[in-house]
Every structure is written in structure tokens, then in C-alpha cells.
């Protein structure tokens, strides 16, 4: 176990994602938040690395911003709550907060998948006027997969819109889980005021107030902290973040309430915060912030003990000691160099090329965590070479992009040609953008009809062999030489599956 101080400081950790769907308010919601924590002193501070449209020259011009968006992928800082809130008893406990930023555009979904292996918990974002929308839906259920406790903040409730009632039915039956409010909607558009639903209430309430609060008693649970860590009771907050009317509450609340840095469970063991060796995994790349420098970071979720500078580490995949000079930490928009780190932050690790996604660092124990998300790609291309000086170049560049997790990398059986598979057409776009521009190569597409990918295991060696030899047309491996199967129609599929038994057909790399 570790010392004491050193658990005191896991202790007072939190680390969690904000997730909505664009234009929610997560950004406006992250500021408001470094406000409150000091970290920053004027709105307008964070700049969002959102891509509005699904238009390359978007992109490329959030490719330019990249230095920002990188700094804005981990935000950390301290926070007190705020003294005399009579909702809280005292409590002066100094937390450290973590949040990590998630993608906005719903073709970089996986970016967001990964990053929620490395909270403990999550803030959705609802917009009111619009209500849970689907890709809010689609990040929940991983949420629900993973049982992160989440809680509910339903922005621009300062403007006209669905009636709240409304909005606790839809975000139970939408979000899946139990709901219960903690602060409550008095009122709407400009006369909208958020009340504590739970206590602290105001001693002259509205008529109108009065018949919610008794309905609200009557109808949701009260709020049961052991529920909301088991995922199982979200804690809905009403508010709006561009008014910063309900953000303090929602802040108070999650540090009183959200979980500190959870155990992980490696294929070996579980892996708890308090042990005093240092564990950690990549689930974030960033690559080539500065073209004329291979410049990566490595984003690593530390999951146990402390992490220290000019240390020598473990890199399992890699069988190899590494030591780190100039790792990095994120307070507010900084990067700064640090000289330790503890289970519940994220280091970011300067890389040339030595780390994949999922990869673990250790003290020395062969350590594997389990659950870093690899979705089934929705649509496929064949990638070729537009520029047959280049084709080191663009071997290269495809190889690192796959490393960082951009798509996914197939190679035919049939005929040797790369595949890339991903989640929507803008992943396309922004492979094709960064090779020209990060590697010097040229890549054209070219279409393939493809219904899905699908990892195949059998305990049967003899029934794998006589399908792997019947559908050679459709075979593939992927990159770590696993076989895969490309059904090009579901009607394929489903004939696979009901002529091979023993044959188990997986929909992501992870099983
Ligand atoms: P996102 O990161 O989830 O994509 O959302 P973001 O915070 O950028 O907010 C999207 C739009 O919604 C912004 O307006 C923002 O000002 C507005 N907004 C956020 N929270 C509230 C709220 O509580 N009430 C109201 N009325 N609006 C809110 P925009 O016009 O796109 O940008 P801007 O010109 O305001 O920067």
C-alpha cells in the first residue's frame, strides 16, 4: 500500500468525461467549471476543438489548432467547495478534478469510447430544447456497459423548452438508467431559476414549486449514492451553463459524490488505486502536433500508485524498460512538465513511435488491461497508393495512424490490398489530409461493398480451417494478424453463422 499522503492525494482525486452530443453545451459547461476551479479567469478562455460539419476544411482548420486541442484534452484543478453551502456539511477538502475532453463530432465516436475507459465517472450534457439525441443515447449505453456512474445536466433550461417533467421521463427511458433531480427547474426562459429539489429549499415557494416538490418527492427516489456508483441512479441536474445558473451545485455535488479513481481489472488481476506499484494505459495518441517535428504524446491513464520523472518503467507489449524525462501534465490549458503523478491522472508521454493504444506500463509486472473498446467499423475503402515514390511513406504513415487509433487497418487474403475500415466518411477524409501533409504521401479510395468485419474464434480447428479455406474470398487480418471475416451482405453473414456452429463471430477486436 502506499503511504498515507500519497492515498490522501488518490483520494481527492476526480476524473471524468463530460459527453453530449455537439452542441449541447459541454464546452460551454468545461469552462464554467475551470472558472469556478480558478483555472481560468475569463469565459471564452477554452477553445472548443469541435468540427461542426463533416467537411474537410473544417477539420484542417482544427488540424491548425491542434497544439490547443491537445492542451484541452485533459483539463486539471483543484477546487474547494464553496463554504456554507448548507446542501454539503463542511468539508474542506481540496479536490483535484480531472476532466478529459471528448470529440464532439459523432465520426470520432471511438475517441470518445476510448477516452471513457479512463474515467471513473461522467457528466452527460442534454440540451432541453432538444432532448437525449442519439449519439447521447449510443455513448450512454457504453456507460451502462462499463456501469460508470453518470450525472445529468440539462443545459439551457434559460431558454424555452420542454417542460422538466418531461425531460426526467425521456432521460429515463432514452439513457436507460433510474433518474432522480437534484436541483429542480423554477420556471422557464427568463424567469428560470434552478432550485436545490433534494434540500436547501427555499422557504417561500411558488405555488407551482410547492405541487413539483410534492410530486417530485412522490415520484423519484431519493438520492442513493451507493445506486449511483453501481451506475444504477443518475442525479439530474437543471440548469444553464451560459447563464452559470446549477453549475456550482452540479460541481459540489460531483465532488462530494463521485467516485474517487476506481480499481481496473487486467486479464490477470484487478488493480487497485492504493496499491503502491505504479500501473497505467494508453487510450489516446496524438501524433505529429508539430510537422516538422515527430512529435507525439502518449495519453496514459495511471491506474495504481504514483508515477514518477526520470523513472524507469515497464512497457509490457514491449518487453522493455522505458524511462520518461519530460512527462507531462495538463492544468487548465498548460502543459507543464511534472515530476510525479497519482492513479486517477493522466500523464501524457512524449512518444517516437513506441506506443499503441491499450498498451500498459508497469513496475515491472506483465499487466494487460481489459476493455479498451475497438468498435466494428461501419464503412470501408480500399486504400491505394497515388504516388508510387511515396509507398514507404504512405506504408508508414498508415501504420502510424492505425497505432493512434484513427480506423482500422485490413489486409485482404484475396489479393494483399490494404482495407481501411472506420466509424463515418469524415475518418476518410482526415486519414487522406494527414498522410499528404504529416508523411508526404498520396492516397486515393477506392469503394468497397462491405456489411461488416467480423473477428472469428472456434474451439473447433478443423470446422475454422474448412471456412477459412471455403470463404478465402472474404478473409482478411487485421493488424495484429488475427483472421477476419468480411461479410459483404447480411444475408452472407447470417448464412456463416447458421453453416459454422462452432464458429463465434465477434463484432469488435476486443472478446
Ligand atoms: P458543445 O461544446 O456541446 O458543442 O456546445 P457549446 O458549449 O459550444 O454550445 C453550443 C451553443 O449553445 C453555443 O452557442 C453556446 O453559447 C450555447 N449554449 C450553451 N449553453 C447554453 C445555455 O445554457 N443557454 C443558452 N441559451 N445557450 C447555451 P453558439 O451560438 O453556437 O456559440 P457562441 O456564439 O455562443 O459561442
Known sequence: MLPSADQQEILRRRTFAIISHPDAGKTTLTEKLLLYGGAIHVAGAVKSNKIRKTATSDWMEIEKQRGISVATSVMGFDYRRVAGDSHAQQDNTIYHINILDTPGH??????????????????????????????????????????????????????????????????????????????????????????????????????????????IDEVYPAF???AYLRGDLAPVFFGSAYKTVGVQELLDFLVANAPSPLPVTAEERNVEPMEDK?????????????????SCIAFFKICSGKFLRNTYYYHVRKDQQMRFAAPTCFMAQKKETVDEAFAGDVVGLPDTGNFKI??????????????????????????????????????????????????????????????????????????????????????????????????IE????????????????????????????????????????QDYKHITFHFTSEF
Open 358 to 455: 491499450g498498451d500498459t506500463l508497469t513496475a515491472g509486472e506483465k499487466l494487460h488491461f481489459k476493455g479498451l473498446p475497438s468498435f466494428s467499423p461501419e464503412m470501408f475503402k480500399y486504400i491505394d497508393n497515388a504516388d508510387p515514390m511515396k509507398q514507404k511513406q504512405l506504408d508508414k504513415g498508415v501504420n502510424q495512424l492505425m497505432d493512434e487509433g484513427v480506423a482500422q487497418l485490413f489486409v485482404s487474403q484475396l489479393n494483399g490490398r490494404k482495407i481501411i475500415g472506420t466509424v463515418g466518411q469524415l475518418q476518410f477524409e482526415v486519414i487522406q489530409y494527414r498522410l499528404e501533409h504529416e508523411y508526404q504521401a498520396k492516397c486515393k479510395w477506392q469503394p468497397l461493398q462491405m456489411y461488416k468485419a467480423c473477428w
Open 224 to 226: 442513493d449514492r451507493e
Open 106 to 215: 459523432q465520426d470520432f465516436a471511438e475517441d470518445t469510447f476510448r477516452t471513457l475507459t479512463a474515467v471513473d465517472s461522467a457528466i452527460v450534457v442534454i440540451d432541453s430544447a432538444k432532448g437525449v439525441e442519439t449519439q447521447t443515447r449510443r455513448l450512454m449505453e457504453v456507460c451502462r456497459m462499463r456501469k460508470t456512474p453518470v450525472m445529468v445536466f440539462m443545459n439551457k433550461m434559460d431558454r424555452e423548452g420542454k417542460d422538466p417533467f418531461d425531460l426526467m421521463d425521456e432521460a429515463e427511458k432514452e439513457l436507460g438508467i433510474h433518474c432522480t433531480p437534484v436541483t429542480w427547474a423554477n420556471g422557464q426562459g427568463l424567469k428560470f431559476e434552478s432550485v436545490f429539489a433534494l434540500n436547501n429549499r427555499p422557504k417561500d415557494l411558488s405555488a407551482k414549486l410547492q405541487e413539483d416538490l410534492e410530486i
Open 458 to 497: 472456434s474451439n473447433d480447428a478443423a470446422e475454422l480451417d474448412t471456412f477459412k479455406k471455403r470463404k478465402a474470398q472474404y478473409m482478411a487480418t487485421d493488424k495484429e494478424g488475427r483472421d477476419v471475416f468480411m461479410a459483404d451482405s447480411a444475408y452472407v453473414l447470417s448464412m456463416a453463422q
Open 278 to 294: 505504479f500501473t497505467a494505459f494508453c487510450f489516446k495518441i496524438h501524433a505529429n502536433m508539430d510537422p516538422n517535428h515527430r
